[in-house]
Structure formats: structure tokens, C-alpha cells
Nanobody, 112 residues
Framework: QVQLVESGGGLVQPGGSLRLSCVAS????????MAWYRQAPGAQRELVAR???????NYAESVKGRFTISRDNAKNMVFLRMESLKPEDTAVYYC??????WGQGTQVTVSS
């Protein structure tokens, strides 16, 4: 049974930082590209950042220079470090294993 479990979301002030974590089970993690998506209320789910099995990364333009995706294959984990957070980053953030599996999401709220 495949599971992706996110953690690390919460309420943060504008300009603050958070680190999201996702732990995977039931898949051969090191062979999967992994990604973080987000979905704000009333909006479509959008790609935030992606990391290939070879650790090549790419980012949405809106988060370049502020967010960093990384992975730890020994722990079956993928991370999203988010800095200089803005209110428009408020969303549910989802972990995704190409091209098949989703986590349940973790809420990130950026507000003063």
C-alpha cells in the first residue's frame, strides 16, 4: 500500500519560513520523481516544485528564489523549504510521486 504523508504546515507571518516534509512508503522511492503541488481556495492545483530521481529541480516562477525542494533517498523523504512567505502562498500543499500518487495535503496559511 502506497502512502505519502506530509507534515510541517501551519500558520506563519508574511516573510516567515516553513519546511514541509513528505515521507513515502510502499514505493521504490529513489526511482520516483517527486513534486510539491498546492491548491488555494477556488483555484486549480498547481505545480510548485519538482525534483527528479537524479535530483534535478525545477520551480514555478512564483516561488523561484524563495522555495527549495530536496530529497533524502535513505529516508524516503522529500522536503520543501519555503522562505520569504507571502499571503498568496496560502494553500493546501500536496506531495506527489510521479505519475501516480498523492498525499493528503498539509495546510499552509500566511497571515499577520
Amino acid at each position: 500500500q502506497v502512502q505519502l504523508v506530509e507534515s510541517g504546515g501551519g500558520l506563519v507571518q508574511p516573510g516567515g519560513s516553513l519546511r514541509l516534509s513528505c515521507v513515502a512508503s510502499g514505493i521504490n522511492f529513489r526511482f520516483y520523481g517527486m513534486a510539491w503541488y498546492r491548491q488555494a481556495p477556488g483555484a486549480q492545483r498547481e505545480l510548485v516544485a519538482r525534483i527528479t530521481s537524479g535530483s534535478i529541480t525545477n520551480y514555478a516562477e512564483s516561488v523561484k528564489g524563495r522555495f527549495t525542494i530536496s530529497r533524502d533517498n535513505a529516508k524516503n523523504m522529500v522536503f520543501l523549504r519555503m522562505e520569504s512567505l507571502k499571503p498568496e502562498d496560502t494553500a493546501v500543499y500536496y506531495c506527489y510521486a510521479d505519475s501516480a500518487y498523492w498525499g493528503q495535503g498539509t495546510q499552509v496559511t500566511v497571515s499577520s
